[in-house]
């Protein structure tokens, strides 16, 4: 049997639709863990071992790609991804027997990078920045500018953060439409809010329905595939904030201005929380996806595979009026108005687009062992002026380009092979 090799991603993930149907992608049921895992099977016959349950475990180094230095970074990424094939164990020869429940949960630890994000909100400074070093005085009494050190405070700690529960359950080859050969995989996720992201946007849950079709082509060796994905956002508050029951223990991931906490950063939280909830606009409220994916197998050990998503979201409705001391204003007249002055229109609800391009090269030197390198732009769809942005490479100060290599272990099958022996 022919191994393929699953995609890697933190933020995961709230994009997830399957896609191709067939190969990696299909296995994985969206932006996952670069692990190494079968294709699906015609048929059955065997119950699996370890009662059907199988884990990956994944880790993987990210590098940001960016031509500015100050905003350089570098992550390390942690996935477990545990799956239960219940088709496979009491289903087998159906059209369920390739059902499963799959759970996705990642760590970031951030080890290189300015962004606030990254840091705790304790502060580890003492007091006031005093001088540094020993300014020498010159015969006149000034100071010797060139003996002045450089002052850099002492930075805060660097957090770990955690990333939201993903529990998906799919059938992928549900079914084959005859002689066309594609292949229909359904699949069901709802998402749990773990994450301090979510839980600073006040998310309650995310459902996901989603359907794709995939066929492949030179005896398995080329994949293709499409697939549709909606999503439904459940959130307390239409805008992002603390949770007073938290203790304040919330945060935004990432610095792209495209996420719903922009420039709400740790610090800000803490120096002045009333700024909470006012940056960044409304959460969305739903958003749809659209899904392209293509793979091919060089050889036995090595294959290709790339994929592009287009998220489409809305964000909640939202009330144009405001008083300010007794007086009632339109807000949404005033931003009519702005974006007339230049030209533009303001759409209601808001509306925002986001693209991602991967393109990995996977190795599978065994059957338990899967390394991964990728190349991953993750950018809004269109850039402030509404131009199209193009997906595939970012090198300015935006840093949406990584580039990440990370090896899995597929424990089960490492289990299986020492079992035996």
Request: with cysteine; hydrophobic share 35%.
């Amino acid at each position: 049997m022919k191994l393929l090799t699953r995609f890697a991603v933190v933020i995961g993930a709230i994009i997830g639709a399957d896609a191709a149907g067939t190969g990696a992608w299909a296995q994985s049921g969206g932006l996952s863990a670069g692990a190494a895992t079968p294709t699906v099977e015609a048929t059955a016959s065997t119950k699996p071992r370890f009662y059907g349950f199988a884990l990956d475990l994944t880790m993987a180094d990210g590098s940001g790609l960016n031509s500015i230095g100050h905003n350089y970074r570098n992550d390390f990424v942690w996935y477990f991804e545990p799956t239960w094939n219940l088709g496979k164990m009491y289903l087998r020869g159906s059209r369920w027997q390739t059902l499963q429940l799959q759970a996705r949960f990642s760590l970031t630890a951030n080890v290189s990078g300015t962004d606030e994000a990254n840091f705790s909100g304790y502060s580890n400074s003492t007091g006031p920045q005093g001088t540094c070093g020993n300014p020498s005085i010159n015969d006149n009494g000034s100071v010797d500018p060139g003996s002045v050190a450089y002052c850099s405070p002492k930075p805060n700690n660097r957090r770990a953060d955690y990333s939201d529960t993903f529990l998906t359950l799919r059938n992928p080859r549900i079914y084959t439409i005859p002689k066309v050969e594609v292949a229909i995989n359904p699949s069901f996720r709802v998402v749990l809010p773990t994450s301090a992201e979510s839980q600073y946007s006040t998310l309650i849950m995310s459902i996901q329905p989603s359907i794709s079709i995939g066929r492949s082509f030179l005896h398995d060796k080329l994949r293709l595939g499409y697939g549709f994905g909606f999503t439904k956002y459940f959130h307390r508050y239409a805008a992002p904030q603390l949770d007073p029951t938290s203790g304040g223990q919330a945060a935004t991931v990432g610095g792209n201005y495209n996420d719903g906490a922009f420039g709400a950063g740790l610090s800000n939280f803490y120096a002045d929380p009333s700024r909470a909830g006012t940056i960044g606009g409304y959460n969305p409220s739903y958003s749809f996806t659209h899904t392209v994916s293509g793979g091919y197998q060089l050889s036995e050990k090595w294959s290709v595979d790339v994929i592009y998503l287009i998220v489409d979201a809305f964000t909640y409705d939202h009330s144009c009026t405001l008083q300010v001391n007794g007086v009632t204003y339109s807000t949404c007249a005033s931003g009519d108005a702005v974006a007339a002055n230049s030209g533009a229109t303001v759409t209601r609800p808001g509306h925002r687009d986001s693209q991602v391009f991967w393109a990995t090269l996977a190795y599978q030197p065994v059957d338990w062992l899967g390394l991964t390198l990728a190349w991953i732009n993750w950018a809004p769809l269109q850039k402030p002026d509404s131009s199209y942005r193009q997906g595939l490479i970012s090198t300015d100060y935006n840093a949406f380009t990584t580039i990440q290599l990370g090896a899995t272990i597929t424990v089960d099958k490492l289990a299986a092979r020492y079992w035996r022996k």
